[in-house]
């Protein structure tokens, strides 16, 4: 009879999993040592710290929309990878955590680093369904092998998320009886199932609100990402004339050079999406929560279900109105819900495409007279470099199809607010937990998907020193990403709400952290002056390896100069 760990192997390959992320430990040893030989099949890579193991599954889910494992021994698991398994439980990432108990084969003995929740030991099954949309404890080798498959179902249906098996040591190596039921089937005919559409009558309802719309615009989250729907978001858009902003989450649901990109709303968004949104008539939500951040903590100028007719579209029904009363919600994968609507609109428009064209032709001169994604500083030469110069020179050297993955603090708010996506679906970045440390971890891993397209992380100083040890994982795996490192030798957020002459526990020791990057193997240098910044991050681009680009950032210059401008215009 075959073991658990050999069924649970051949399950991955049935139901189609590709990578494997962790370090081997506990009983999931005897998976790993399972897994030599089937490289053409399922690839493994050995981080050096569960968290990255995590972050790697929760980009990869995210650019793929297919699970990637996260496996190691489970008080690590539960506790170093929980990082990574929150944020892709927030941020709807398809993954499949597989750990054990390490329960020394009985439960009601003292044992060494148990988790099998039993006095005396770490209640592993009960964290995980904290932050799991599925947790299995398999106490036999067959209840291993169904929840394995079960598992693999849960992170890929509906809202994805990540699903976890936690395993007691006699299931992992088990012998699985076969030949009484329940059986187990072919993993890959569980996940045969067709995305979830919106009934016809409802999407006609939509179409009517449109038709009677002078002023409408589309608000695109992240759930277009989740559903790759990024073409048919813009074909919505073009047949109506809609303008579109996205949240946070959503950036590069359409490609800000799009003459209805209006870009992002919210807190850290631009000034000519806060108006737009707020002067519409009738506002489509595409898979986002409209979160404080996206509505300025509820701004009525910019938000307002009093005076705008609200449709929302979500996989989750629990979503559609959830901030704010909908007119309507459409439950369903927001790519089949866009096909709907796209194929209901083409006849509908014709009528009365007059009403909304003087809507439509407004929006160039708006996006001029409020300097989209522009700012004087981004023009000027300095050293240090400011962060407006760093991500202007990032936008005029990166070539349009570079991948980004954006970290916490700072550094993701000037990116976020400066950096216009040149393409759909370029933009990566933690906004579940929002946790530091994602950048670099999530790079690694979006090379694996993107290996012939540029891919660039952008952090902090605090947040590259958090998951440094991707670079060494890049290294051996032959990853050639690109890190650019905004370094001001502080926690530049912290430090910006912190009384001058009163600042504690936000500053670093001074880091060069190119020499670190140099110790692992890789490509690094460091940059004083805006002038030397084209061209050491062409060099890093071109020299093959993988690279930091460690920059000088000065430390004056702060977001909150123009987010407190953004909440006081609502109150004024």
Same mark, same amino acid.
Not at 345 to 351: H, I, L, N, R, W
Not at 381 to 404: C, F, G, H, K, M
Not at 415 to 444: D, S
Not at 474 to 503: I, K, S, W
């Given at each position: ?50 968290? =990255? ?5 929760? /980009?990869?889910?995210? %650019?793929?929309?297919?699970? %990637? ?6 008080? $690590?698991?539960?506790? !170093? ?35 099998? &929740? ?20 398999? /106490? ?41 039921? +329940? $059986? ?5 005919? $569980? ?54 902003? #996205? ?19 919210? #807190? ?34 910019? *938000? ?64 001029? %007279? ?28 990166? =070539? ?9 603090? !700072? ?18 970045? +933690?906004? &579940? #937990? ?7 971890? %999530? ?15 952008? #952090? ?25 490192? *905004? ?11 912190? +009384? ?7 500053? $670093?020791?001074?880091?060069? !952290?190119?020499?670190? /990057? ?25 020299? &093959? ?18 987010? =407190? ?8």
């Amino acid at each position: 009879m075959p073991t658990a760990s050999e069924m649970i192997v051949q399950t991955l390959e049935e139901a189609g999993v590709e990578y494997v992320f962790g370090i081997p430990g506990g009983g999931t040893g005897q998976i790993f040592q399972l897994l030599y030989g089937r490289e053409d099949r399922i690839k493994t890579i050995l981080v050096r710290h569960e968290q =990255a193991a995590a972050i790697m599954a929760d /980009a990869y889910g995210r %650019a793929t929309g297919k699970p %990637a494992v996260v496996m190691g021994q489970g008080l $690590f698991i539960g506790s !170093n990878a929980s990082f990574g398994i929150m944020e892709a439980m927030l941020s709807s990432s398809p993954m499949l955590v597989l750990t054990d108990t390490s329960d020394g084969g009985s439960a009601q003995r003292p044992a060494n680093q148990s988790g099998a &929740g039993e006095y005396g030991s770490i209640d592993l099954p009960n964290i995980f369904k904290s932050m799991s949309k599925y947790t299995a404890l398999a /106490a036999s080798p067959k209840e291993a092998v169904l929840a394995t498959q079960m598992a693999i179902k849960h992170a890929v249906s509906g809202r994805p998320g990540p699903s976890s098996v936690v395993m007691r040591s006699a299931a992992i190596g088990g012998e699985v009886d076969v030949e009484s039921p +329940p $059986f187990i089937h072919n993993a890959a005919g $569980f996940l045969n199932t067709a995305k979830p559409e919106s009934a016809p009558s409802d999407v006609q309802r939509v179409i009517q609100i449109l038709s009677e719309s002078r002023r409408p615009v589309l608000v695109a989250g992240n759930g277009v990402h989740v559903a790759g729907a990024h073409t048919q978001l813009q074909e919505l858009a073009e047949i109506w004339g809609m303008p579109v902003a #996205t949240s946070y989450k959503g950036k590069s649901a359409i490609a800000e050079t799009h003459p209805l990109s209006v870009g992002m709303v919210g #807190t850290y968004g631009q000034d000519v999406a806060n108006r737009v949104v707020g002067e519409a008539d009738t506002v489509i939500v595409v898979g986002a929560l409209l979160r404080s951040q996206e509505t300025v903590r509820e701004r009525p100028d910019i *938000f307002d279900p009093r005076r705008q007719r609200v449709v929302q579209i979500d996989i989750d029904e629990r979503n559609a109105g959830w901030s704010f009363p909908v007119e309507i919600g459409l439950v369903g994968d927001a790519g089949s819900i866009l096909n709907q609507l796209v194929a209901a609109s083409k006849a509908a428009t014709e009528a009365n495409a007059a009403q909304r064209r003087e809507w439509t032709a407004s929006m160039a001169p708006r996006k001029d %007279a409020m300097a989209f994604y522009d700012d004087p500083a981004m023009h000027k030469d300095s050293s240090p470099v400011t962060p407006q110069r760093l991500v202007s020179i990032l936008n005029e050297t990166s =070539a349009p199809s570079t991948v980004y993955a954006l970290d916490a603090g !700072n550094n993701r708010t000037w990116m976020a607010h400066l950096y216009k996506a040149q393409e759909a679906a370029t933009f990566y970045c +933690p906004g &579940g #937990t929002a946790g530091m440390g994602w950048a670099l971890p %999530a790079a690694v891993a979006l090379k694996l998907v993107y290996p012939d397209r540029p891919v660039t992380a952008v #952090t902090g100083d605090g947040g590259y020193m958090m998951t440094v040890n991707a670079l060494s994982t890049a290294m051996q795996y032959d990853l050639p990403m690109t890190c650019v490192v *905004f370094n001001d030798n502080a926690l530049g957020m912290v430090l910006d709400h912190q +009384p001058r002459g009163q600042e504690i526990a936000s500053e $670093f020791y001074p880091t060069d !952290n190119a020499a670190i /990057a140099r110790g692992f193997g890789c490509f690094g240098v460091h940059v004083e002056d805006s002038r030397d910044l084209p061209d050491a991050l062409r060099e890093a681009r071109d020299s &093959g390896l993988p690279a930091v680009v460690d920059v000088a950032i000065d430390r004056e210059p702060s977001p909150d100069d123009w987010r =407190a401008d953004a909440r006081r215009a609502g109150e004024t």
